[in-house]
C-alpha cells in the first residue's frame, strides 16, 4: 500500500496528467456553459410564456348561471320567464381523451337515449367554456339523474345540475318577436353588439340569438356569480375569492298585448286554412302596432315554431323539425319572421304613398281629379317605346278625386300621377331629383324601421342608383342600365321592384292614421329590475320616437283618410265584402286592399293594411298572405277577425273569404 | 511508506531546517483551502433554506417543520464527518480501501434484505433507528476512493486487464443497486468510471472498446426487457413531454414551466400560490429542489447557486492538479466527476434537457446520506490539499 504516498516521478507523467485533468475540466465547463444557457432561455427569453403558462395553471374562474330577466306584456302577463331543468353535465378537464369520451358517451347515449352524435357535438362545440362543465343533455329524469350517481364510477366526469333554461308558457306564441337563446358563437363574440358590452361576453355565455331576446340581450342577461379559485396540481380549490356577485337580469316589458296576440296568430292560421281552399297560400304575417306610438301590439309570423327546443341547444331531430332541411325552399323556414324580413311587392296598399307623394311634389293637389280609363299608354303622345297600362278593370270609371281612386282602386289613374312625377322629377324624364323615390323613402321604405330586433329586411325602392347598381351586380345579365319612364308608373301601384315588409306597411299607414308622424316601431318599453332584489338598479323607460314628419298638409292627409275609410264603408269598396256584417258604425275602420302580382306568374301575394277606430286610431294592423289571390279575398278577412277581436265583436265569427277583383 | 501523525513526519533534517519550523510550514491546518470550507458551508446553508421554502407549507407532511430541522442536523454531521475524514490521511483512508469496499458491498446487500425499507417502489434505505440510511450515497465516494487506490497502483501505466478490474469493481455495486432499483446511481457509477480511467491513464482505445461494450450492452437491456416500462418512460420522456397529467411527461413540464416563470427575480422564497407551492412539481425537496430555486429565486438565485457549483468544481480540479501523488489527483478527479454529473443530469432534468432520473442535487437536496456524503467529499478533498507538501 506504500504506492499511496508515491509522489510524481517524473514531469512528463505530470504533463499527461495535467492534460487529461483539463480534458475533465473542458467537460465540467460545458456542462456548466449547457446549464446556463437553457437557465437563461428559459428565466430571461421565454420566461413571459411560462408566467402565462403557470397564471392559466392555478387560476380558474367560477361562474354561476344567472338567472336571466323575464319578459311581460304591456299588462304583466309573463311572455318568457325561467325554469330549472335538470341537465346532465360533462367535465372537459376529467373527460380529456377521445377513449374516455368515447366510454362515457356510449353509456349517456344507451341510458339518455340521445343519440352519441348529438352528445359529442354538444361536447365539443368549441363555444364553450373549457372550464365550464359542459350540459350534454336537459330535461332529464329523476330517475336517470340518481342511476348516474349511483354508478358515478361508470360515469367519470359526469355530473348533474339544476340549471336555468328558459320557459315559455305559451308554448309558440309570439316566437318570432321573442326570439330565443343560445350559446354565443365565435362571430358573435367579436360582433360589436356584443363586443363592447361590460362585462365582456365569453365563450360559453348564452346570449339571444333572434328577436328581441337579442337585442335586450345586455340587459336581461345580468351578471354572473364570478369566483376566482385557486387550484392544486389534483385541481382541489385550495383558495377562493368571490371577484363578483349574482345580479339577475332585468324583466323587460313589451307593448305586446297577449289577448291581441293570440287573436292575431289564431286568425293568421284561420285565414291561411281559408285560402288554402283555392290557394297554396303557404306563409304569411301579420303586424298589429299602436300608431301614436309606434308600440308593436302583436305581431304574427306563419309557419312558426316552439322557442323551448331552441332554449337548450338543438338536436338533430329538432333542427329537421324546423324546416331547414330544405335551404332552397324559403315557404318552410319557420325561423323566418315575415313580418319583419320578408320583402313582398306592396300592390295597391301603396296607392296611399303616391297619393302622398303626388300632393308633396305638387304634381296634384288634394282636391284635384284625375281620369280612369280600363287602360293607358305612357308616354301619352304614343310613338316608338311606348307602352300600354292597364286598369283591373277594362270599363272607364271616369274623372275622380283622391278618396274615390283609393275606394276603387283605379291603377290607371295611379298611372297618370307617376308618370307626372317622372316627367317633373324622374331620372328618365325629368330633373332627376326623383321626388316620388324620395317620398317613398320617408314614408318609411327601401330602409330598415329601426325595430328593436335581430333581423330586419330593407325592402327596395327602386330608383337610377339602384339599378346602376343591379346592373353593375348581374354583369353581362343586365340589359339596360339606364331608368326608363315605365319604372315610375309600375312604381305608383306598389308592382314591379318595389317591395316592402309587413312591417314597414304598418309603419306608413300609422303615419296616415296619426297625422303624418313615421314612428320608429319598438317592442320593448321599460326594463325593470326585477321586484324581490328591488333596490340600486334604475328602471329604465324608452320614449315612443319619430323617424320623419310626412311633409303633407292636414287637408292632404284627409283626402287619404276619407279613401281608406270609403274601401270599406263605401259603395264601391274592395273591401267591403270582407267587413260586411262589422258593426263599422261602432268601430268605424279604415284600410286598404293590395293584390301584388307575383313575378312571371298568375298567382297574387294578398295584402290588407287597416287602422282604426278612424277618428282616434289605436290600432293598424298590417296583414300579408303569399299566394292567396286578392288582398279583400284573403287578407281582409284576417283582420277583420283581429279587429272583432280587439273590440270584442261577436267572438264565433269564422274567417271567411271576401270579394275582391281589383288589382 | 509508513503511516504518518497529524503534524507529519517526527525527524526530518534534510535541507538543514530546524524541526520545529519544518514541523509548522508542513503542519495540515495551515494548508487549509478556506474558500472550499466557505462555499461548502454557503451551498449547505442555501440547501437548508429551499428545503424550508418547499416543506413549510406542505400538506402531506404531519409536521412540516420536521425536514427543516433534520436538515439542519444532517448539516451538523455533515461538519462532524468532514472534520472527521481530513483528520486522517488520505493516503491511510486508501490503504483502507479494500475494506470500504467490503462495507460498501454488505451495506447495498443489506438494502435488498428485509432490513431494506421500501419506498416509492424502490428499497434504497436501510433503517438505522433514527436515521434511514442509503448506502448507495456513500457508495458513490467508495467507488471513487476504491478506483482511485487501484489506478494510482498502476501509475498512470493501464492495461486492458486493469480497465477490466475497474469495469469489475463497478459492476458488482451496480449489480446491487439495479436490484433497488435505482438508475440514477448506476449512471453514477457509469461516470465515474469514465473519469477514473481519463484521470488514471486509460488509453484511447480502452474508452473506444467501453464506449462500444456500453452500447451494446444498453441495446441488450432495452432488448431484454430488463427495464421497467416507467424506467423507460421516464429516460426518454423529456425528448417529447406529455400533456397527460399522470405521467412524468406532465411533472417535467409543470418544472419548465415552473423555472420559466421565476423570470429574473423570482417568486420569492416560499411564495404563496406558486407552482411549487401548490404541488404542480413533485419531489420538490429532492430531486427538483432546483425547480424551487428557479421559481422562488430566479435567474439571479439560480445562476447564482450555479456559480458556487462552479466555484467548487475549480476548486476541486485545481486541488486534482495540486496533489502530491496521483492517488489525490484522482481522488479528486473522481469527487469533481462525481458533482459535475450529479449537478449537470439534476439541473438539466429539471430544465427538460436531461432524461428524469432519481438523482439528488449535491449540497441542496433534502436528505442526509447525500449531503454527509458529499460532505466527506469535501473533507476528502481538504484533506489532499492539506497535504500536499508532506
Known amino acids: 500500500m506504500s504506492s499511496y504516498g508515491q509522489q510524481h516521478k517524473n514531469t512528463g507523467g505530470i504533463d499527461r496528467l495535467k492534460l487529461r485533468l483539463a480534458v475533465l475540466g473542458i467537460l465540467v465547463v460545458a456542462s456548466f456553459v449547457a446549464l446556463f444557457s437553457r437557465l437563461w432561455f428559459l428565466q430571461v427569453l421565454a420566461s413571459e410564456q411560462y408566467d402565462r403558462f403557470a397564471k392559466e395553471n392555478r387560476v380558474r374562474f367560477v361562474y354561476s348561471e344567472p338567472s336571466r330577466g323575464r319578459i311581460l306584456d304591456r299588462n304583466g302577463h309573463i311572455l318568457v320567464r325561467n325554469r330549472g331543468s335538470n341537465s346532465v353535465t360533462v367535465d372537459k378537464q376529467i373527460v380529456d381523451t377521445p377513449h374516455e369520451e368515447r366510454m362515457v358517451f356510449r353509456r349517456l347515449s344507451h341510458l339518455l337515449d340521445i343519440s352519441m352524435h348529438d352528445l359529442h357535438k354538444r361536447f365539443n362545440d368549441v363555444t364553450v367554456s373549457p372550464y365550464k362543465p359542459v350540459a350534454v343533455a336537459n330535461d332529464v329524469s329523476e330517475r336517470d339523474s340518481i342511476y348516474i350517481a349511483v354508478h358515478s364510477e361508470d360515469f367519470p366526469g359526469v355530473g348533474t345540475k339544476v340549471l336555468p333554461v328558459r320557459y315559455y308558457p305559451h308554448k309558440d306564441l309570439a316566437a318570432h318577436i321573442l326570439g330565443y337563446v343560445g350559446e354565443i358563437s365565435a362571430d358573435e363574440l367579436k360582433a360589436d353588439h356584443f363586443k363592447e358590452v361590460r362585462p365582456f361576453y365569453g365563450p360559453g355565455d348564452l346570449i339571444g340569438k333572434e328577436g328581441i331576446e337579442y337585442y335586450y340581450d345586455r340587459f336581461l342577461r345580468g351578471s354572473p356569480q364570478i369566483d376566482k379559485v385557486i387550484v392544486n396540481s389534483n385541481g382541489d380549490p385550495v383558495a377562493s375569492s368571490r371577484q363578483q356577485e349574482e345580479t339577475p337580469g332585468r324583466d323587460l316589458v313589451t307593448s305586446i298585448d297577449l289577448d291581441i296576440q293570440k287573436a292575431t296568430e289564431r286568425a293568421l292560421l284561420a285565414g291561411l286554412q281559408a285560402a288554402r281552399v283555392s290557394y297554396t297560400a303557404p306563409a304569411g304575417a301579420v303586424v298589429v302596432m299602436d300608431p301614436s306610438t309606434g308600440g308593436i301590439v302583436a305581431m304574427a309570423s306563419y309557419p312558426d315554431y316552439d322557442p323551448s327546443i331552441l332554449a337548450d341547444g338543438l338536436t338533430t331531430k329538432e333542427y329537421n323539425s324546423l324546416g331547414q332541411k330544405t335551404p332552397d325552399d324559403p315557404d318552410d323556414d319557420v325561423l323566418l319572421n315575415r313580418a319583419t324580413q320578408l320583402t313582398k311587392a306592396p300592390g295597391s296598399t301603396f296607392k296611399v304613398v303616391t297619393a302622398g307623394a303626388a300632393m308633396a311634389t305638387g304634381v296634384a293637389e288634394s282636391y284635384s281629379q284625375f281620369d280612369c280609363p280600363g287602360s293607358e299608354v305612357f308616354p301619352p303622345e304614343g310613338g316608338p317605346g311606348s307602352v300600354l297600362f292597364r286598369n283591373w278593370t277594362s270599363a272607364s270609371q271616369g274623372y275622380m278625386g283622391f278618396p274615390e281612386s283609393l275606394e276603387t282602386s283605379c291603377d290607371t289613374f295611379y298611372y297618370t300621377l307617376g308618370w307626372r312625377m317622372e316627367e317633373a322629377f324622374g331620372a328618365a324624364n325629368g330633373d332627376g331629383s326623383e321626388k316620388f323615390q324620395k317620398y317613398a323613402r320617408q314614408a318609411g321604405f327601401g330602409h330598415d324601421t329601426g325595430l328593436d330586433v335581430r333581423y330586419e329586411a330593407d325592402g327596395v325602392v327602386p330608383d337610377q342608383k339602384w339599378l346602376t347598381e343591379l346592373c353593375k351586380a348581374l354583369g353581362p345579365g343586365c340589359d339596360d342600365p339606364t331608368w326608363q319612364p315605365g319604372y315610375s308608373v309600375n312604381m305608383s301601384i306598389g308592382q314591379g321592384d318595389m317591395i316592402v315588409t309587413p312591417l314597414q306597411m304598418a309603419t306608413t299607414y300609422a303615419a296616415i292614421a296619426n297625422g303624418g308622424n313615421v314612428m320608429r316601431p319598438r317592442i320593448g318599453w321599460e326594463l325593470q329590475t326585477p321586484s324581490a332584489e328591488g333596490v340600486g338598479e334604475a328602471n329604465k323607460t324608452y320614449r315612443p320616437t319619430v323617424t320623419t314628419k310626412l311633409p303633407l298638409e292636414d287637408s292632404e292627409i284627409a283626402v287619404i283618410r276619407d279613401g281608406l275609410r270609403d274601401v270599406i264603408s263605401g259603395d264601391q269598396g274592395t273591401a267591403v265584402s270582407a267587413f260586411a256584417g262589422f258593426p263599422l258604425d261602432r268601430f268605424p275602420i279604415a284600410g286598404k286592399t293590395g293584390t301584388a302580382q307575383i313575378a312571371e306568374t298568375i298567382k297574387n301575394d294578398a295584402w290588407f293594411v287597416s287602422y282604426g277606430p278612424i277618428e282616434s286610431p289605436q290600432y293598424v294592423i298590417s296583414v300579408l298572405v303569399q299566394d292567396a289571390g286578392h288582398g279583400g279575398t284573403s287578407a281582409g278577412p284576417i283582420a277583420r277577425q283581429i279587429w272583432e277581436a280587439i273590440f270584442d265583436v261577436d267572438k264565433n265569427t269564422d274567417v271567411h273569404l271576401g270579394q275582391d277583383f281589383s288589382g | ?390
Not at chain 2, 423507460?232 to 412524468?248: A, E, G, H, K, N
Open chain 2, 1 to 390: 511508506m509508513a503511516m504518518e501523525g497529524f503534524f507529519g513526519e517526527a525527524v526530518d533534517r534534510i535541507g538543514g531546517e530546524p524541526i520545529s519550523s519544518r514541523m509548522a510550514r508542513k503542519a495540515p491546518i495551515r494548508h487549509l483551502d478556506p474558500s472550499l470550507l466557505m462555499v461548502t458551508l454557503m451551498l449547505a446553508t442555501y440547501g437548508v433554506v429551499m428545503v424550508h421554502s418547499t416543506t413549510a407549507n406542505s400538506q402531506s407532511a404531519v409536521d412540516p417543520a420536521i425536514y427543516f430541522s433534520r436538515q439542519i442536523a444532517f448539516l451538523i454531521a455533515g461538519v462532524v464527518a468532514l472534520l472527521f475524514v481530513s483528520f486522517f490521511d488520505y493516503r491511510y483512508i486508501g490503504s483502507l480501501a479494500l475494506v470500504i469496499y467490503g462495507v460498501t458491498i454488505v451495506a447495498l446487500t443489506l438494502v435488498l434484505t428485509p432490513l431494506g425499507t421500501l419506498r416509492s417502489g424502490a428499497t434504497r434505505w436501510i433503517s438505522l433507528g433514527f436515521f434511514e440510511a442509503q448506502p448507495s450515497e456513500l457508495a458513490k465516494v467508495s467507488i471513487i476512493i476504491c478506483l482511485a487506490a487501484f489506478l494510482a497502483q498502476r501509475k498512470g501505466e493501464i492495461r486492458g486487464r486493469d480497465v477490466a478490474v475497474c469495469v469489475g469493481l463497478v459492476v458488482f455495486p451496480s449489480l446491487l443497486i439495479y436490484k433497488q432499483p435505482d438508475l440514477g446511481t448506476m449512471m453514477v457509477f457509469v461516470a465515474l468510471l469514465g473519469a477514473a480511467l481519463l484521470c488514471g491513464g486509460a488509453k484511447i482505445r480502452h474508452f473506444v472498446f467501453l464506449g462500444v461494450a456500453g452500447l451494446v450492452t444498453i441495446i441488450v437491456i432495452f432488448q431484454a426487457g430488463l427495464l421497467q416500462e416507467y424506467q423507460i418512460q421516464r429516460l426518454t420522456s423529456f425528448l417529447d413531454p406529455s400533456p397527460d397529467v399522470q405521467s412524468i411527461g406532465y411533472n417535467l413540464t409543470q418544472s419548465k414551466i415552473a423555472i420559466g416563470s421565476g423570470g429574473m427575480q423570482g417568486k420569492g422564497l416560499g411564495g404563496k400560490n406558486t407552482q411549487t407551492s401548490l404541488d404542480f412539481v413533485p419531489e420538490q425537496h429532492t430531486d427538483f429542489i432546483f425547480t424551487a430555486v428557479g421559481e422562488q429565486l430566479g435567474f439571479l438565485g439560480s445562476a447564482t447557486l450555479l456559480g458556487m457549483f462552479a466555484f467548487l468544481m475549480w476548486r476541486g480540479l485545481r486541488i486534482a492538479a495540486m496533489s502530491r501523488d496521483l492517488f489525490g489527483t484522482l481522488l479528486a478527479g473522481g469527487i469533481v466527476a462525481l458533482w459535475a454529473f450529479q449537478i449537470f443530469v439534476n439541473v438539466g432534468m429539471t430544465m427538460g434537457i436531461m432524461p428524469i432520473t432519481g438523482i439528488p442535487l449535491p449540497f441542496i437536496s433534502y436528505g442526509g446520506s447525500s449531503l454527509i456524503t458529499n460532505f466527506v467529499a469535501v473533507g476528502l478533498l481538504l484533506n489532499i490539499h492539506m497535504r500536499r507538501y508532506l
